[in-house]
């Protein structure tokens, strides 16, 4: 059974490795947090309990089927066990997503301005760490903690009444109900808390309007299309164009924080053409 769990574990780490993965960096992956990283790359508690409850039962059914020869059949419980982490990771993924991705429009304007690259962003899970099971924005979480703790406690308890148990074993009502009680309140604390994502969302949206303020007053003062930024700025006046570019440093910061992409000075002119 251990060594069924070490195989199907070890099988998913070899499958989400990076192509320029090393032996150590492979085994540095190994780290649950790591695998069960979400998009904004920190672990994700729903993920690895929906991994830790399907690896159990999963070893489970196999030891009774290299022992008896048929497949058991599984509790209601441990159906509404599954279901609920199942659910809980499902919609704490979309969660994540929303809360951790530019708008399109936003992420339009980056790429016209080549603050971010063409290719397609992959999820950096290499500061994944155990601590982001129990922790929002750094801060113990005691919601994550309780849905943690009680999640093993189930499967030791399924792992302790053995394969022949499978198909009565019963997880108490009130055990399921503190179990998806904390998925709802780990849940609706992604909701409730701010990102950076969300901040950066608001300053470029600030930045774009007032690029778009700026290309129309110099094609109201020239009464016709403007060729170019040389142009614009005796159009718009000096003053306003400092004012953008002094705007667009400050988005340019927040944008560095968020992402830890830096950004060049010639990248903040504004497009007035």
Known sequence: MIAEVLILYFWIAFALRKQDHTFAS?????NPAKVSAG????????TFQTLAFSLAVAALITLLLLQTGTLVDLSGSILTLLGISGIGATIAKGTDSQRNTLSADNRAWLLRHGWIPMAKTVVDSSNATWRDFFTTDGVFDVYRYQSFI??????GGLIAAGVNQLSTFVVPNTILGI?????????GGKLVTPTNISDLNAAIVGLRTEEQKLKAAAV?????????LAEAIPLVGQEAYDAYRQKARDVAA??????????????IEPIVT
């Open 26 to 30: 492979f085994l540095a992956a190994l």
């Open 39 to 46: 998009p904004d790359g920190k672990g994700s508690l729903s």
């Open 150 to 155: 009680f999640g093993l406690v189930v499967i």
């Open 179 to 187: 179990v998806g009680l904390s998925q709802v309140v780990y849940i």
């Open 220 to 228: 109201a003062k020239k009464q016709g299309q403007v060729a170019s």
């Open 254 to 267: 927040i944008f560095t924080d968020a992402t830890g992409l830096a950004i060049e000075d010639a990248s």
